[in-house]
T-cell receptor
Framework: GAVVSQHPSWVICKSGTSVKIECRSL??????MFWYRQFPKQSLMLMAT?????????EQGVEKDKFLINHASLTLSTLTVTSAHPEDSSFYIC??????????FGQGTRLTVV | GESVGLHLPTLSVQEGDNSIINCAYS??????FIWYKQESGKGPQFIID?????DKRQGQRVTVLLNKTVKHLSLQIAATQPGDSAVYFC???????????FGTGTRLTIIP
């Protein structure tokens, strides 16, 4: 089946620094990828839709200047959490849908801001 | 607003028994539904999907039932195994809109 790879799996950073998370589709091309955030014991909340070659579309309440998304190729989208603060600590997950419609998810990235 | 929700937040099932996880959705325009399994610290894993032109679909040990009349979705897992212990999410979308909306999740615990 399709594989979506996310890197890193976990990261610890100091408050005020920026962190970049990569999402790659390994065996298919994805013109659209999605970024989710998940807090403990909660469901996945869509943050933004990453569009190859154009600006990302952000969900209501998500700060686009804080969560920078770049989708430079058909197999790579990146999420950069800028000036991270402890409240940004969360599990970040990306996904991509194959042409048949199935959506596959990355392994997730555990971000801890100290 | 539109939402996809689950009736039961937790479910404990004896190993070997069958389990049923339910999901209610409110967007009548939704025409594509997916069940995901999420283990602790991992991303969601695709289990099975169903389109609105079907009311039942079977996979290996899993069956998804869709009742559009009452906007209800269920996941049946047969002969449960310890490895089935996880949180299960339903998700929905409509054709032409690639975004998925996730339900609140049900934690399934298989009792040895």
């Amino acid at each position: 089946g399709a594989v979506v790879s996310q890197h890193p799996s976990w990261v610890i950073c100091k408050s005020g620094t920026s962190v970049k998370i990569e999402c790659r589709s390994l065996d298919f091309q994805a013109t659209t990828m999605f970024w989710y955030r998940q807090f403990p014991k909660q469901s996945l909340m869509l943050m933004a839709t990453s569009n190859e070659g154009s600006k990302a579309t952000y969900e209501q309440g998500v700060e686009k200047d804080k969560f920078l998304i770049n989708h430079a190729s058909l197999t790579l989208s990146t999420l950069t959490v800028t000036s991270a603060h402890p409240e940004d600590s969360s599990f970040y997950i990306c996904s991509a849908r194959v042409p048949t419609g199935k959506a596959f998810f990355g392994q997730g990235t555990r971000l801890t801001v100290v | 607003g539109e939402s996809v929700g689950l009736h039961l937040p937790t479910l404990s099932v004896q190993e070997g028994d069958n389990s049923i996880i339910n999901c209610a959705y409110s967007n009548s325009a939704s025409d594509y539904f997916i069940w995901y399994k999420q283990e602790s610290g991992k991303g969601p894993q695709f289990i099975i999907d169903i389109r609105s032109n079907m009311d039942k679909r079977q996979g290996q040990r899993v069956t998804v039932l869709l009742n559009k009349t009452v906007k209800h979705l269920s996941l049946q897992i047969a002969a449960t195994q310890p490895g089935d212990s996880a949180v299960y999410f339903c998700a929905e979308s409509n054709f032409g809109n690639e975004k998925l909306t996730f339900g609140t999740g049900t934690r399934l615990t298989i009792i040895p």
